[in-house]
Nanobody, 120 residues
Framework: QIQLVESAGDSVQAGGSLTLSCAAS????????TAWFRQAPGTEREAVAM???????GVRTSLRGRFTISRDNAKNTVYLQINRLEPEDTAIYYC??????????????WGQGTQVTVYS
């Protein structure tokens, strides 16, 4: 059974930092696509950052400079570091993974989500 398990979220004061982790079991991140999405109340789920099957990373344009994604293939773990947190970062953060297909990354597997709350 394939599982993605995110670390516990947190409630953080604006301006602070937070690192989320997502560990996979039953699935290897090596050669796979991995990403973080988030969903704030009343909004659509949006992509935050991803590392593709060639280990090339990318961050949503509006979040560059504050968000960093990294991956340890040996540990089957992907990380999301968030600096200078803003109240607008409050959301449920989801880890996802899947194979790279002819049409791009396919998000077959999802974690349960972890709540990040930023207070001012």
């Amino acid at each position: 059974q394939i599982q993605l398990v995110e670390s516990a979220g947190d409630s953080v004061q604006a301006g602070g930092s937070l690192t989320l982790s997502c560990a996979a079991s039953g699935y290897s991140f090596r050669g796979a696509c991995t990403a973080w999405f988030r969903q704030a109340p009343g909004t659509e789920r949006e992509a935050v950052a991803m590392i593709d099957s060639a280990d090339i990373s990318g961050v949503r344009t509006s979040l560059r400079g504050r968000f960093t994604i990294s991956r340890d293939n040996a540990k089957n773990t992907v990380y999301l570091q968030i600096n200078r947190l803003e109240p607008e970062d409050t959301a449920i953060y989801y880890c996802t993974a899947g194979p790279h297909s002819n049409t791009g990354c396919r998000w077959d597997y999802w974690g349960q989500g972890t709540q990040v709350t930023v207070y001012s």
